[in-house]
Every structure is written in C-alpha cells, then in structure tokens.
C-alpha cells in the first residue's frame, strides 16, 4: 500500500497505547506543520528508528503500568538519543522504565485543574510562552510518586506533585494531564514548545510538497500499467482520481458505482461534476441489483458493511476484466477511515466499506491508497491546491455503503425510496435557508421505529424519521448543529405531507463521542 511514511519530511512517530485521544495528538502535530504517524506501542524498535523521527510522543492508555503484561517499550528506545514526549500513562510509563515510582492516588483527578509551574518548569524550553499557573485537563487516579534520575518536576497540581517533568540533557519530558485536548490552555504552545524548540522541527509538512511527492510516488509505483480508480463523487475520491490522472494521464480509468443506494440525483450530480473537472475516463457501473438482491433481509450494521464491501470490489473486477488485465486498483482511503475500521490497539468502531469492508482475495496485483495518511481537511486543502472548484472540495461526505447505513434494519425499495424523498426536501430546505456551507453533514434517517399518528381523522401506523444535521472539521468529533427551528418545523411539515409513511419526525442533538455521525 503507498502512503507517506516513506517521504521525506520530518516525522514525529505517536506511540499509541489505547487511549482515546492518539488521534487528537496527531491533529495538533499535523496543525502545526510536522507529519506524525501514529504507529501501536510494540512496533519494533527497527520499525521506529527507520523512520528516523525527530521526536516521539507517548499516548495515554487505560492500563496500569506495573501490571502483569501493561504495555511497555523496548528501553532501549530511551537510548536514542530522540526526545520523548509522554502523555498521561506514557508519562507514568516513562517514569516506571527509568526507575521512578508510580502509585495509585487516593483521589481521582478528573477535569479542568490548576496547573503551577516551578522554577525548573520555567527554565525548561518545553515551557517557553506559557503562564507560570493556567487551568489543564486531567483524567487519572495513580501519578508518579517520585520521579527518575536526572528528572526534575516541571509542574504540579494541588493532588499531584509531578504533574509535569523532565530531564531538559537527555530531552525526555512527561506531562500527566492532556496537552491535546482544547480545555488544556497551555496544550497546544507546550506541543508546538516540544517539536520546535526541543525536536527542533522545521514545518515542513505543506501540502504543496505533498502533492508533489504523491504524484511522483504514484508515477514510480504504477509505471506504464493501467490502473482502475473507484471514484464516489466525494472529495477524497475525487483527489485521488486527480492525483493518478495527474501522474500516468490515460493509463487512468474511474468507476462509478450506483449501487442503488445513492440519493435522489446523485447519479447525474456526480457524474456532471466529474466531466467537468477531469479529463479522466468515467465508466458509470449500475449495479444496483446485486447490491439490493445480496442485502435483501440483512439487519445487522457490520454484515451490511461487509456485503458492500466485497460487492463493490467484485464490481470494479467485473468492470477491470472489460478492460483487460489492470494492475492497479486506486481508492480514495483516508486516515480516519483507516483508525475507525480498527487496529492492534484501538476498537474496531465501523468497518468503513474501503478498508475493513474489503475481501481478502481480490482480483487486482495490489491496492493504491495516496491519501492513507490523511485527515479530511488536509484532503481538502490538497484538493484546493490542485485546483479542484470549491464545490467539490467542500461537497459534504456521502458513505460508501450509503441510504444502505441510513436505513435501520433491512433495506427495501419501498425504504429507500421514501427516504430517498424526505432526504430531499431536507436537502432542499437547507441549501434554500443558505445554511448548507456552515453544516459539516446533514442528512435524513429512517429508523425502524413506527408510531401512531392521525392524519385527516385516520389513525396511522408508520416510520419515524430522524434529522442529523453536524459541524466537525475532522470528522473524528462533531457536534449537533442548532438549527433554527423555523426550519426544522418547516422540514418535518413538508416530510409528513410529502412523504407517505412518515408521520413523525425527530432531530437528533447527540454529539460524536459518544454517538457517531452515521447512524449504523
Ligand atoms: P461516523 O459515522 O463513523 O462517520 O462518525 C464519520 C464520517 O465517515 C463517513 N463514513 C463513511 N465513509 N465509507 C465511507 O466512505 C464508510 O463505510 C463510512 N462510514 C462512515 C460518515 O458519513 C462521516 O462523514
């Protein structure tokens, strides 16, 4: 698979120890113009060194460090000579690998704390630009007791007195509290401290170089064979189609499948917006009975992902053979994508259709994946730089696996055709009130709940349907928009009216965590 890690910027590798937020971490790193990686705990210390990073940062974790089997690494990474950053059990994992002491507190320090550097804290260059006491976000019961050699405490809190330390000569550093997360007021000038003034960073993570480097990444690895693109319409597709058309031109050939799970017009919206950008090839594969016939009954959220998966593979196959043997299959991957479907150290949360949806065997030599590596707004920013319109740029995430995870339960024609509608005049009345470039996603769902409503003095018995409407950046967090309600009333007045077999309808006002964005 190509991704970056093999280019040459400078890289802070992540050592992700389970804890919810390695993610965040690599966001700040990215924000901040260095690329990271977020590599699991046990990597080889092999794997580490090639990719000769600057510095490394520990993630936090739920796991105890002087249990039987905590997670720990080789020592000799200590060695290095590469500063180390570690956050929350990294920190404490830190201090236990170098003979300090960690004990479990009596209290639980969870939420915003104050945060009080010492005198060592203020000469440190790790603290550089950062208020001698300011309010930090702690979630932890056990903290180092007494720290190693050589290390002095750089901050405390009123239930822990090394909140913060390091050894400013062999540049290793922990911190107890969460530098990624917004409530830490510090976090970010202490990460951004970390990188430039202690790993020496130069910022060289830019996605005009990345452009670049992918295409002639793309250019040595395909060579003169042909290479089949699954292109959704969305912006990481397009990007990638973009990128290989721009590396081996007419080698390219895009697929697009209606799968008969699109929305309403989507078929032609795609297909126009394609012609228009791209000199690339376009096939439009229908292959909407196989999809429909293969999930007829199926309920369960992960074997709907998985049937799609595979269907859509089989179907760029089928249409690959028409054009003789193709090498390459190209997709559209993205980092989160990669992080959601699972890995060795955190939860598998969906299988998204193009990764963990994806069957074993396939019938191509080997998968291109360009944006592997990257975040939704970086994909974005590529897509500006290589002067795709706006529109598409911005056009709101659709899922592969589509109406298919937006229908609870079994899906029918009859379903996707009455949510198919409600979804267009919500659609419809967004983009009327002008608030379709504010909201990140909004869509309809219909749920496999019925309820009793009246309608001209009947009773009926028929699906309630759900609103979700989000802004988010990155598409790993997101928050419930608050619409007005003039347009909500309006919405669910035309859905009712419109729509046969809806009678109620509901907003949604969770945020993600804890729920997700799509609903299956
Ligand atoms: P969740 O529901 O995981 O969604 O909060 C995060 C973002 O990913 C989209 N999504 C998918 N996109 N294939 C895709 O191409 C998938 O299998 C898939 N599942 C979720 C979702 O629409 C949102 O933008």
């Not at 249990?67 to 020592?75: K, S």
């Not at 293969?294 to 309920?299: E, F, K």
């Not at 959601?340 to 030599?365: C, M, Q, W, Y």
Request: glycine share 8%.
């Amino acid at each position: 698979m190509s991704n970056l890690s093999s280019f040459s910027h400078q890289t802070v590798v992540i050592l992700d120890f389970g804890g919810q937020t390695a993610m965040l971490i690599a966001r700040r790193v990215r924000e901040a113009h260095v690329f990271c990686e977020i590599l699991p705990w046990h990597t080889p210390l092999a794997d580490i060194k090639k990719r000769s990073p600057i510095g490394i940062i520990f993630s936090g974790g739920p796991a105890f460090v002087t249990d039987e089997g905590a997670p720990a690494v080789d020592p000799a990474l200590y060695d290095l000579g590469v500063p180390i950053l570690g956050i929350c059990y990294g920190c404490q994992l830190l201090a236990h690998q170098l003979a300090g002491r960690v004990e479990v507190g009596t209290v639980r320090e969870y939420g915003r704390t104050n945060l009080r550097l010492t005198s060592a804290g203020q000469g440190s260059a790790l603290w550089k630009n950062i208020d001698g006491s300011s309010i930090c976000w702690m979630s932890h019961t056990s903290y180092v007791a007494q720290l190693p050699a050589g290390f002095a405490a750089h901050a405390t809190t009123d239930n822990c007195p090394s909140a913060a330390f390091g050894d400013d000569a062999r540049r290793l550093y922990g911190v107890q509290f969460h530098p990624e997360v917004t409530h830490t007021a510090c976090g970010r000038q202490l990460l951004h401290n970390f990188m430039y003034d202690i790993c020496h960073a130069t910022g060289d993570w830019d996605m005009s170089h990345v452009a670049t480097e992918i295409i002639a990444d793309l250019k040595a690895k395909i060579g003169d064979k042909p290479v089949l693109c699954a292109l959704s319409g969305g912006v990481d597709s397009s990007v990638t189609a973009t990128l290989v058309e721009k590396a081996v031109g007419d080698q390219l050939t895009c697929v697009f499948v209606d799968t008969g799970l699109l929305r309403s017009g989507e078929v032609s919206e795609v297909v126009d917006a394609f012609s228009a950008s791209s000199r690339a090839r376009l096939i439009t594969a229908d292959a909407s009975d196989q999809f429909l016939s293969a999930l007829a009954g199926v309920t369960d959220p992960e074997a709907k992902r998985k049937i799609i998966g595979e269907l859509f593979i089989r179907t760029f196959e089928a249409e690959a053979k028409k054009i003789g043997h193709v090498n390459f299959f190209v997709q559209g991957t993205i980092y989160p994508d990669v992080i959601e479907s699972g890995s060795p150290t955190s939860a598998r949360i969906k299988s998204h259709h193009n990764v963990g949806g994806l069957p074993e065997v396939i019938d191509f030599d080997d998968i291109v994946e360009p944006l592997r590596s990257l975040f939704k707004d970086e994909v974005r920013a590529l897509g500006l730089e290589l002067g795709l319109p706006e529109n598409l740029v911005y056009r709101q995430p659709f899922p592969g696996p589509g109406l298919a995870i937006r229908i609870i339960g079994d899906i029918t024609r009859d379903k996707l055709d009455i949510l198919r509608a409600a979804d267009k005049i919500f659609r419809d009345e967004v983009a009327a009130a002008g608030l379709h470039r504010e909201l990140s996603q909004y869509f309809a769902v219909l749920t496999n709940l019925r309820s009793v409503g009246v309608m001209g003095d009947e009773r009926t018995y028929d699906y309630v349907l759900a609103l979700r409407a989000v802004i988010t950046t990155d598409f790993m967090t997101a928050q419930a928009a608050h619409l007005p309600y003039e347009l909500l009333e309006k919405v669910a007045g035309r859905i009712v009216n419109e729509v046969k077999h809806i009678n109620r309808i509901v907003y949604e006002v969770t945020s993600k965590p804890p729920s997700t964005i799509e609903w299956e």
